[in-house]
């Protein structure tokens, strides 16, 4: 089956601190991963991929993420946070061409960020 | 400009009635989602269509009916037997089964909030 984990309800952060968002998943061969970020009553926008290649990704707003195959995690990170990344975001993980998941898209709960002044 | 609409904003439904809800996309993609978001449960995917004429159940697809009559398309309805459909609903769409390149990454529209009164 597959499915995407982000343990933590909420991160708190100081600004100017480093900061971790987790997520593990679940799913058949190699996956796509994804994380997005969503601003209240809004849909969700796109921070990075991880497709192939580079363990490392790095995104949108200085953020990046490590993709780690044996312990299946991909967390979110960003070395130094701002109060306006305050936000929810959300981990994804879709199954690729050809697998039994070809195209599921299936998100995690949502980790709600807190950075505070 | 390229985009993926969602309307109405917001949708009130009284007991017993079926409500559709409208997704749009000009992206030329042809993977579309629905999505149903709660507090606290993050995404649940309720429906996914791959190509036109095609859809597949997701999680929650009980109370809810789509079509995929034209690619640009994919109204979700909700039926009177989702005996709790007060949510906010995300529509989604990727290129699907074409993406064996870099743009795999799901757009997402701006929501609609419906609530039953």
């Known amino acids: 089956a597959q499915s995407v984990a982000q343990p933590e309800d909420q991160v708190n952060v100081a600004e100017g601190n480093p900061l971790t968002v987790k997520c593990t998943y679940s799913?058949?061969?190699?996956?796509?991963l994804f994380w997005y970020v969503q601003y209240p009553n809004r849909g969700l926008q796109f921070l990075l991929k991880?497709?192939?290649?580079?363990?490392l990704v790095k995104g949108s707003y200085g953020f990046e993420a490590e993709f780690n195959k044996s312990q299946t995690s991909f967390h979110l990170k960003k070395p130094s946070a701002l109060v306006s990344d305050s936000a929810l975001y959300f981990c994804a993980v879709r199954g690729i061409y050809g697998s039994s998941n070809t195209g599921k898209l299936i998100f995690g709960q949502g980790t709600t960020l807190q950075v505070k002044p | 400009d390229g985009g993926i609409t969602q309307s109405p904003k917001y949708l009130f439904r009284k007991e017993g009635q079926n409500v559709t809800l409208s997704c749009e996309q000009n992206l030329n993609h042809d993977a579309m989602y629905w999505y149903r978001q709660d507090p606290g449960q993050g995404l649940r995917l309720i429906y996914y269509s791959q190509i036109v004429n095609d859809f597949q159940k997701g999680d929650i697809a009980e109370g809810y009916s789509v079509s995929r009559e034209k690619k640009e398309s994919f109204p979700l309805t909700v039926t009177s037997a989702q005996k709790n459909p007060t949510a906010f609903y995300l529509c989604?769409?990727?290129?699907?089964?074409?993406?064996?390149?870099?743009?795999?990454?799901?757009?997402f529209g701006q929501g609609t909030r419906l609530t039953v009164v």
């Open positions: 991880y497709i192939t290649g580079d363990n």
């Open positions: 989604a769409s990727t290129e699907g089964i074409r993406d064996r390149g870099p743009n795999t990454e799901a757009f």
């Open positions: 799913v058949s061969g190699n996956p796509y």
